[in-house]
């Protein structure tokens, strides 16, 4: 029968904790080290858990915080998608009205509206003139990019104006004259 080998735990830990401490500690004296031992890392961990506690509560009403303020955000946000959006200046809203209609006299009137709109929107901005034509004449392309785009949606209104129901306004030319009006009036924000 092979000898049975002990293995003596008590031993090994001695061995190992005089090692860590380099003291000499005696077998009768390492379970009161233990307990030394135990009582310190007793106190490290009260502490950590208490630090821990705090963080976690902390971070918590961060979390909370941080939610409320997005649930108040996203609240607003459909309040705001929900509600009617309103135009700039609500006579460009009927002049688009008018472009829309099928009607060729809605569209002259539609124009006619647009060019109203730009004398408006022209005075406004402090440009002289006592006319439409004077005011586009008195404008520095510097200053005003679409100039061109206003001459020439101008000068459609003054065709209309002076030729009245003989002039041909077809709906392409319509539509392109208004879109002359909106860049031009984009450009100052007037709409």
Sequence with gaps: MPDLV????EYLFLKVYQLLTGGSVTVRDLPQYGLTILQQLSWVCIIL????LVAFVYTRMQLGRVHERGHHMRHAAEIAAN?????KNPRWEGVLAL???SNPGDWRRAIIEADILLEQMLKE??????????QLKGASP??????DLAWGAHKIRNDIAHE???Y??????????IDQYRRVFEEFSYI
Excluded at 83 to 87: D, E, S
Excluded at 125 to 134: L, T
Excluded at 142 to 147: E, K, V
Excluded at 168 to 177: I, M, Q
Aim: proline letters at 2%.
């Design 6 to 9: 002990s293995l003596n735990l």
């Design 168 to 177: 041909a306004l077809g709906e392409r030319e319509v539509h392109s004259t």
């Design 49 to 52: 858990a208490i630090i821990f």
């Design 142 to 147: 510097a200053h005003f990019a679409s100039l």
């Design 125 to 134: 901005k402090g440009f002289a003139g006592a006319n439409v034509g004077e």
């Design 164 to 166: 009245g129901e003989q």
């Design 99 to 101: 472009a829309g209609s």
């Design 83 to 87: 509600m009617p959006q309103t135009a």
